[in-house]
């Protein structure tokens, strides 16, 4: 942690303090975000809705991109004019001096994932109530998501190191959660009414790889720390599960089969980056894309409706147009049904930023609109396919444009990044119930039915 020099006394609140949350960046950072709350409330402490109301504010920032960084800085100004007493955490955290030269006011600066050190300068800061009513907390902490989903992380850090990425030099390497301690956080959520699970991670398939994968125990069985132990224990909850930031090793495979059954929501996110082997190579990724199609083949074998997510990066360094063909060839092969598509950005500290052949911004511009309509081709194959069939959809809330309308998501869908399902329903519905739904009509990527 560091602090300023002349840290001011620490402000006396004499109602209950409260502490205004900005959240900024990855669902990895907003289930930080989360964490951090939770331990204000149980120390007694009160969100503020708004700068006005807060005795200080919390801002939880995000450094992986240099837009990213620049909204970071942005957002920390806006909070220090608005209110005048802020708090950094988060990724860019861990450049204190980096949010020191542009904003000096700060009261004090802590890095990714520090929980203590977070609430030392809160306290530092913002003087505790002197009884905090521990039992406001509800036992499964308190969430920025609604009601019917939560993100559930199951490690920290990273042990891959692509050129591109400063998570690692962020985070550091990979720091696995016990499986017993997952699983039961999983448990807590299903029983408060979560009926949809989103395991995230830097690098959810390597999960467990730091601690060789320690066996524990869970509802009375072995379960090893390991990605197809989490997905059998998370599939046996009976709800949704949807796996993030699954990077493509060959085990990947073992939990097709769990899919198949049912129990693992078929959805794959996938962060394949790229599909030309000398540009994987120069971001120091994996890349046998042969091995990786006739994989993605046999999985969509045993599980026809499996949706694949991805992100790519068009524009990296040395991308030729041979390059970039097999990339669109890739995704239009593969049938990436969803996909995120990023211009190359040289992010301070990054290897990458050392490579040769820097392609010129106009050309990442051409190419990347050149994907985003190849990929939009793909996602519009896969919606019409659906019209017609009858779908399981988990209703997020209600569509104000239509009367008696609703916005939902099938299982290719997870929240904030893909397509959504407009539903029409005689009868009242509400968040997080899951109807089954008759797909009536499709445009590129959305659905829309009626309540079956
Ligand atoms: S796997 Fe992801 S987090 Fe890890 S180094 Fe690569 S891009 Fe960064």
């Known amino acids: 942690m560091t602090d300023t020099p002349l840290a001011p006394a620490p402000i006396r609140a004499a109602k209950t303090p409260k502490v205004g949350i900005v959240s900024l960046g ?66 860019l955290g861990a450049e204190p001096d980096v949010i020191q030269r542009a904003h000096p006011k700060v009261l004090a600066v802590t890095g990714p994932h520090q929980y203590e050190a977070v609430m030392d300068a809160v306290h530092t800061h913002l003087t505790p109530p002197h009884n905090p009513h521990l039992d406001l907390v509800p036992e499964s902490g308190l969430r920025l998501t609604p009601r019917h989903y939560a993100y559930l992380k199951i490690s920290e850090g990273c042990n891959n190191r692509c050129s591109f990425c400063i998570i690692p030099k962020l985070r550091g390497d990979l720091v696995s959660r016990p499986i017993h301690h997952v699983l039961t956080e999983a448990e ?62 060959p085990h990947v495979d073992n939990i097709i089969p769990l899919m198949a059954e049912g129990l693992i929501t078929p959805y794959l996110d996938i962060p394949f980056q790229h599909a030309s082997a000398p540009v994987l190579k120069a971001m120091k990724r994996p890349g046998n894309q042969d091995k990786v199609l006739a994989r993605i083949a046999n999985w969509r074998r045993d599980v026809p409706d499996l949706a694949i997510r991805s992100t790519f990066i068009v524009g990296f360094p040395g991308e030729t147009d ?70 399981d959809v988990i209703i997020d809330e209600a569509d104000d444009q239509t009367p008696g309308g609703w916005i939902g998501r099938s299982k290719a869908d997870a929240p904030e990044v893909d397509a959504v399902v407009y539903v029409a329903s005689k009868s009242a519905l509400k968040s997080g119930d899951i109807v089954r739904a008759r797909i009536t009509g499709a445009d590129d990527y959305d659905l829309y039915g009626d309540v079956a």
């Not at 524990?216 to 197809?228: D, I, P, S, V």
């Open 26 to 91: 990855c669902p990895k950072a907003l289930v930080d975000s989360e964490r951090i709350i939770t331990r204000l409330r149980a120390e007694g402490y009160q969100i503020a809705p708004d700068y006005a109301g807060a005795d200080l504010v919390l801002v939880n920032t995000c450094g992986f991109l240099d837009s990213a960084r620049d909204e970071s800085l942005a957002a920390i100004g806006e909070a220090i004019e608005a209110n005048g007493k802020v708090i950094v955490t988060g990724c």
């Open 188 to 249: 807590k959520l299903v029983a408060a009414g979560v009926m949809e699970l989103l395991v995230i991670s830097q690098d959810t398939s390597a999960y467990g790889l730091d601690i060789r994968y320690k066996p524990e125990t869970w509802r009375g069985a072995e379960y090893e720390t390991r990605f197809l132990d989490l997905a059998r224990g998370l599939g046996s909850l009976g709800v949704w599960t949807r796996m993030h930031y699954v990077y493509p090793y």
């Open 322 to 391: 041979q390059d970039f063909d097999i990339l669109l060839d890739f995704i239009r092969e593969a049938k990436i049904d969803r996909a995120g598509c990023f211009q190359y950005e040289n992010v301070a500290h990054a290897e990458s930023g050392k490579l040769d052949n820097h392609v010129p911004a106009e050309l990442k511009e051409e190419r990347w609109h050149r994907f985003m309509e190849a990929q939009a081709e793909v996602s519009a194959a896969r919606a019409a396919a659906q019209v017609g069939k009858t779908l």
